[in-house]
């Protein structure tokens, strides 16, 4: 239950927002439960070795995932960054030391053009070069195939939003590994399904970066890299504490470290199918309360965990308007709700005219506003 007051956020005179979003950045992330808090705050009370903390951090992420290692990034994106500089630098401290320069080294990174989203820019921060095969409709083997050559430091899966035209990973995998070439996978969003947490190490993955601030719940500043032994270790040597990596700019503090785990072993416990049925639940009852209106298409979108789309990780309510639709527009509905007190937030498509109810960050009965809500913007 959301607490209706919040001393330091009004003091600034910041407002509280329903987050019917999802998982994002921009409206706060997610709400680390009170255990994950719990940790964090008594992880303040010691000063430790930075080293000796990750390295048990390590071995629990590992011994989660079923990798080899793991290690606690600051972020999905902060952990490609360290997928990229890895690939590139190895453990080697003069590659380390150069970068973002790599005119000396393995630079580039495949990548499949359905999986160019705003993300791999991350890839691109840490000085690696992204080379484009396929379409964004499909991609040959061949073109994978041809794309590897000498300057090849890794090949790049990314798990994003409506991905399509893509290999499978076991196919980039069973392309790239008996050239040598590792395979970095961007999972940030694609926790939960909890069977995600292997799934992609199983299938061959070298480093699988996962966001600890979304469906893990951990803290928003925190994410996981997890895979090889030999490519977290160079992942950490360009990280902080190490102070001339690239990756030093995305420092992890103690308190981040013990919020992370803590939140993964909550998340381990958590019964996904409950939480799963609770997401459909508030979902159907934005689409019932809405029923039928003439010009719009209001309709449930049920959970697809074998689609390679972290959108289609959970059930949500979809209201698309169609072009004999009369009333306000949908950008002016969106202004209307954001307007309001308190303000809403919803997912707002960016290729069509539809908007989203993605109920996984709402809290008890915020659906029910927003049901409200939105029954009165679209009947006025
Ligand atoms: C959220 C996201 C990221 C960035 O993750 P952070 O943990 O916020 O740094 C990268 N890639 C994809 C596909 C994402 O959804």
């Known amino acids: 239950m959301t607490k209706s007051h919040n001393s330091f956020y009004e003091s600034l005179g910041v407002t509280r927002i329903i987050n019917g979003a999802s998982w994002i950045t921009t409206y706060g992330g ?227 470290i013990a919020g992370l785990i803590t939140a993964l072993k909550l998340f381990v416990e958590t019964d996904h199918q409950l939480v799963a049925k609770n997401w459909r639940e508030k979902s159907s009852h934005i689409v019932d309360q809405l029923g039928l209106i003439e010009g719009l298409k209001i309709e449930l979108i049920e959970a697809d965990y074998s689609a390679r789309d972290s959108r289609l990780n959970f059930a949500s309510a979809r209201i698309t308007f169609l072009n004999h639709w009369s009333g306000k527009s949908r950008d002016q509905i969106v202004q209307s709700l954001e307007d309001g007190d308190p303000s809403i937030r919803l997912g707002v498509s960016t290729y069509d005219q539809s908007i989203s109810v993605l109920p996984v960050c709402l809290q008890t009965d915020e659906e029910q506003i927003i049901a409200e809500r939105l029954k009165e913007l679209l009947s006025s």
């Open 30 to 256: 997610s709400l680390m439960p009170d255990a994950v808090v719990e940790a964090m705050n008594e992880a303040s009370g010691w000063f430790v070795d930075i080293h000796d903390l990750n390295e048990k951090a390590g071995e629990i992420i590992a011994h989660t995932t079923g990798a080899e290692a793991g290690l606690v990034t600051a972020g999905s994106a902060a952990g490609m960054v360290l997928q990229a500089a890895a690939c590139m630098t190895g453990k080697d401290p003069a590659k380390i030391w150069s970068l973002p320069d790599t005119s000396r080294m393995k630079n580039e990174i495949i990548i499949h053009r359905g999986h160019q989203v705003s993300y791999t820019h991350s890839y691109r921060a840490a000085g690696a070069h992204l080379v484009e095969i396929g379409s964004v409709h499909s991609t040959e083997k061949w073109e994978l195939e041809t794309a590897i050559n000498s300057q090849t430091a890794a090949v790049a899966y990314v798990y994003g939003p409506r991905q399509s035209g893509a290999l499978d990973l076991k196919e980039v995998v069973d392309i790239a590994h008996p050239k040598d070439v590792p395979v970095i996978v961007d999972a940030s969003a694609m926790l939960p399904p909890p069977e995600n947490l292997h799934k992609f190490i199983d299938e061959g993955a070298d480093l699988v970066s996962f966001s600890g601030g979304k469906g893990l719940l951990g803290p928003q500043s925190t994410g996981i890299l997890c895979g090889k032994s030999e490519l977290i270790q160079a992942a950490y040597a360009n990280s902080a504490p190490n102070s001339s990596g690239v990756a030093r700019a995305a420092k992890v503090c103690k308190e981040e």
